[in-house]
Structures are given as structure tokens and as C-alpha cells.
């Protein structure tokens, strides 16, 4: 099981945005079950659970985990094909976010355009990555600061762009052989406080 796919087919977003189908998946991230445990869980007629999860899995959002044996009955146990899942904005492609439309480095909504395009290009690079059987080169860096001040928030936006502007001209070889383009990210905004996850209804 992988820990965070990206689901970038329009009518695989469809099948998941389903509640039924959401609290399926979140079952099935936990640990295989078949469609008379699930059912069970989410108080739904077996039959009907056994129609979601085939939906489910025509979209590779589960897969077989394996079957057993239950009296003349053999039952498939089901599991999820990752712990979460992200839709890519490729899922919507005419009205996707495009940052180059507009520029403007003080804008929330510009960074979230920029975070829709990182998630929209990354998810295409893994699936590239799978179906070629390599390995992804990438790297992030989280973390948090408190600011005591506007001021001294706004200097150190001063100094970090003047700093990865510093390394972006050092390592930019724009002409070299054999070299490869990378996008490079970087945002700061408020922490959002944690808020308690809601209970999920039957």
C-alpha cells in the first residue's frame, strides 16, 4: 500500500468524492476486509457495499488483498491501494489553476495556484516514475517560525529571497548538456490551526 497517491482520472475523482465510497476507502486503508465485514461497519446491505467496492476497484482505488473461505462462500477481502489520496488538479483540466496567468508573490491565491500546479506536476512524475520502474528525485523542506513582528516576518522574506535567489544563480547551468530543468517552490504562509477530524457518519 502506498502512503499518498495522486488521482489524476476525472471519473476516478467522481468515485472517490462519493461519501459512501469515501468511508469504504477509509475502512479499507485501515486493514483488508470483505463486503460482509465492511458492511457491517458502514450499515449497508452487503450487495451494496459489493457495488461500491467494484466501482472502487475499476478505478484502482482498491485492490484484492486476498480471499477466504466462509462455508460454500468464498469472500474477497479488499484492501486500499493507499492510506490517502490527492486529486490532482489534471482531474478538472479546463479550469485547473495556471499560475503563469498571473504573478504575485503576496498573493494567497497565487500560492495556491502554485501549490495546485505542485501537486498536479508531481503526481504526473510518479505516475511517470511507476510506469518506468525509477526512482523519483525530489526533495522538501517543512517547518515553522513564529515571528514576533511584521516587520521581522517581512525581513526574513527579504533575506530568504535573496538567498535561494543567490543559490538559483550559483547552480543555474542553463546550457549544459545533458542537464535537467527543476522547479523550485517555496512558500510561507499562517499556520492553520488543528482542528479535530470530523466523525464520519453512517
Do not use: C
Not at 12 to 29: G, N, Q, T
Request: proline share 6%.
Amino acid at each position: 500500500m502506498l502512503d499518498v497517491t495522486v488521482i489524476e482520472d476525472p471519473e476516478a475523482a467522481v468515485v472517490s468524492l462519493d461519501p459512501i465510497r469515501s468511508r469504504l476507502l477509509a475502512e479499507l486503508a485501515g486493514a483488508p476486509a470483505s463486503a460482509t465485514m465492511l458492511a457491517g461497519r458502514v450499515g449497508l446491505p452487503r450487495q451494496k457495499v459489493n457495488y461500491h467496492l467494484k466501482a472502487l476497484e475499476r478505478h484502482g482505488l482498491v485492490e484484492l488483498a486476498g480471499e477466504r473461505r466462509k462455508g460454500n462462500v468464498t469472500e474477497r477481502l479488499m484492501r486500499a491501494t493507499a492510506a490517502s489520496y490527492v486529486i490532482s488538479p489534471a482531474a478538472l483540466p479546463a479550469v485547473q489553476p495556471d499560475p503563469d496567468r498571473f504573478r504575485d508573490q503576496l498573493s494567497a491565491r497565487w500560492l495556491l495556484a502554485l501549490g495546485a500546479r505542485l501537486v498536479r506536476d508531481v503526481g504526473m512524475l510518479i505516475t511517470g516514475a511507476a510506469k518506468a520502474r525509477k526512482r523519483l528525485a525530489t526533495y522538501a523542506l517543512d517547518g515553522e517560525v513564529r515571528f514576533a513582528s511584521a516587520a521581522d516576518r517581512a525581513a526574513f522574506v527579504q533575506e530568504l529571497t535573496a538567498g535561494v535567489s543567490a543559490l538559483i544563480r550559483k547552480y543555474d547551468a542553463p546550457d549544459a548538456e545533458g542537464g535537467r530543468d527543476h522547479r523550485i517552490v517555496v512558500a510561507v504562509h499562517p499556520t492553520v490551526k488543528d482542528r479535530p477530524t470530523p466523525e464520519l457518519e453512517q
